[in-house]
């Protein structure tokens, strides 16, 4: 009896432990589980956003004008109908881990689908990089170029004279990488007090702002 007994309570033993280190696992997996529903929802409602260094970069305001001409000769010109500042949600492939992002829109009264925005500045997801993205129309033609931000505050000013003027407070953005289409310009000269002074099409071709 005492030999069957010693049998049984080790059995029992054993079923114990099993049950112990099965009940410590799934205290585990609901303790991990709740941790990462806890970051998901947590991003949810989280926003990357603009400091207000980057926000007030852009000189512009509402219904300012700027009238860009041409090396040949061509005058076109751009009102500026609002700027707009929102929140964008994050791709749907990222959306477990990424944050939504705060974008700044300088909109034109440019009438056609995706390219009233001729500058946008958005934080992104993943990197602590703010991006900075130019779309204009001119003359019909569309144009693109983009930097980031510290290519704008950190990049040391020139001079640069426009329509018979000097400005002493312009950034070069050079394109980084080969042309992907013909849309995209070789250069963009930014100017802090005037924003978008010049582009350089390439170096046969350019438009340069006339007023604004």
């Given at each position: 009896?005492?030999?069957?007994?010693?049998?049984?309570?080790k059995?029992?033993?054993?079923?114990?432990?099993?049950?112990?280190?099965k009940?410590?696992r799934?205290?585990?997996?609901?303790?991990?589980?709740?941790l990462?529903?806890?970051?998901v929802?947590?991003?949810?409602?989280?926003t990357?956003?603009?400091t207000?260094?980057?926000?007030?970069?852009?000189p512009?305001?509402a219904?300012d004008?700027?009238?860009?001409?041409?090396?040949?000769?061509?005058?076109?010109?751009?009102?500026?109908?609002?700027?707009?500042?929102?929140?964008?949600?994050?791709?749907?492939?990222?959306?477990?881990?990424?944050?939504?992002?705060?974008v700044?829109?300088?909109?034109?009264?440019?009438?056609?689908?995706?390219?009233?925005?001729?500058?946008?500045?958005?934080?992104?997801?993943f990197?602590?990089?703010?991006?900075?993205?130019?779309?204009?129309?001119?003359?019909?033609?569309?144009?693109?170029?983009?930097?980031?931000?510290?290519?704008?505050v950190?990049?040391?000013?020139?001079?640069?004279?426009?329509?018979?003027?000097?400005l002493?407070d312009?950034?070069?953005?050079?394109?980084?990488?080969?042309?992907?289409h013909?849309?995209?310009?070789?250069?963009?000269?930014?100017?802090?007090?005037?924003?978008i002074?010049?582009?350089?099409i390439?170096?046969?071709?350019?438009?340069?702002?006339?007023?604004g």
């Amino acid at each position: 009896m005492d030999f069957r007994a010693e049998i049984i309570s080790k059995t029992v033993a054993v079923h114990l432990r099993k049950m112990k280190t099965k009940f410590k696992r799934s205290r585990i997996l609901i303790f991990a589980s709740i941790l990462f529903v806890g970051y998901v929802l947590t991003n949810m409602f989280r926003t990357k956003k603009l400091t207000e260094k980057e926000k007030s970069t852009i000189p512009y305001k509402a219904n300012d004008i700027l009238v860009f001409k041409s090396n040949h000769s061509e005058v076109d010109t751009l009102l500026i109908k609002e700027i707009t500042i929102s929140e964008h949600p994050p791709n749907l492939g990222d959306m477990f881990w990424a944050k939504n992002t705060e974008v700044l829109r300088v909109q034109s009264d440019k009438n056609c689908k995706n390219c009233d925005e001729i500058i946008t500045i958005s934080k992104q997801n993943f990197t602590s990089e703010t991006r900075v993205s130019f779309d204009l129309i001119l003359n019909g033609k569309r144009y693109y170029h983009g930097t980031d931000f510290k290519t704008l505050v950190k990049s040391q000013p020139e001079k640069l004279i426009v329509n018979g003027v000097e400005l002493i407070d312009v950034i070069r953005i050079d394109r980084k990488s080969e042309k992907s289409h013909a849309g995209y310009i070789d250069r963009m000269y930014w100017s802090k007090s005037k924003g978008i002074v010049r582009i350089d099409i390439n170096s046969d071709y350019y438009w340069e702002l006339k007023d604004g």
